[in-house]
């Protein structure tokens, strides 16, 4: 991938800013005595960046898997849910690139591109979630084989990654930064279907839609 197209697909990619150091990390067996099916490891979002991504991403990103077009098992659906809560590889990246305001740097880019591997690392050393580990790599891939960090093509992209990519591009493209304005809902949509069968799998697509279309 060129670096102008590493640059665009950085505009899809806004970093979480870190204060402190690692929230700890509920184990399986402490999120099911809170009633929970789904654990939650993410930065935090607030602060100059966030504005809530991650949290507009983990709402999302299971009411697509649950689509009747997907037709997921509950196990495939759970899974996308945990992968849109796994955004645990930016806390490895520079303070200095996760609460920039401005674009990032050709330098900051390649470094931001890394935080796929670094979630895999993180996550894939916890037993009750390494099972997320190939698809927390893969959530920047894309359907035509242009994403990272390992050029993935088609149905190669674990289909959690499909799901959480174009709810995380919605999520970037529809909220407000401090150097850009959101995109228009309509502008926001007709990119989707634009990179439908090139950066996202067409079918993930069309679920989405379904999804925004119910509100």
Not at 187 to 192: D, F, S
Not at 199 to 209: E, H, R
Request: proline content about 8%.
């Amino acid at each position: 991938m060129s670096m102008r197209e590493a640059k665009a697909d950085a505009a899809f990619e806004y970093p979480m800013p870190v204060v402190g150091i690692v929230p700890p990390i509920p184990t399986a067996t402490a999120a099911k005595a809170a009633g929970r099916d789904r654990v939650a490891v993410h930065a935090p979002s607030s602060g100059p960046s966030g504005n809530g991504t991650s949290e507009r991403t983990d709402a999302l990103a299971p009411r697509e898997a649950s689509a009747d077009a997907h037709a997921l098992s509950e196990q495939d659906q759970r899974q996308a849910a945990q992968v849109a809560l796994c955004t645990i590889g930016k806390l490895a990246l520079p303070d200095a690139i996760l609460s920039k305001l401005g674009p990032l740097s050709d330098d900051e880019i390649m470094l931001m591109r890394r935080h796929p591997e670094n979630g895999e690392r993180i996550v894939g050393a916890i037993p009750e979630l390494a099972h997320l580990a190939p698809d927390i790599r893969a959530e920047h891939e894309r359907w035509d084989g242009t994403g990272y960090p390992d050029g993935l093509t088609g149905d190669e992209i674990p289909i959690a990654s499909q799901i959480v990519f174009g709810c995380d591009a919605w999520d970037a493209m529809t909220s407000d930064r401090p150097y850009r304005r959101r995109m228009p809902r309509d502008a926001a949509i007709a990119e989707l279907a634009t990179g439908a069968a090139s950066q996202f799998n067409g079918d993930c697509v069309q679920a989405l839609f379904a999804v925004l279309a119910r509100g």
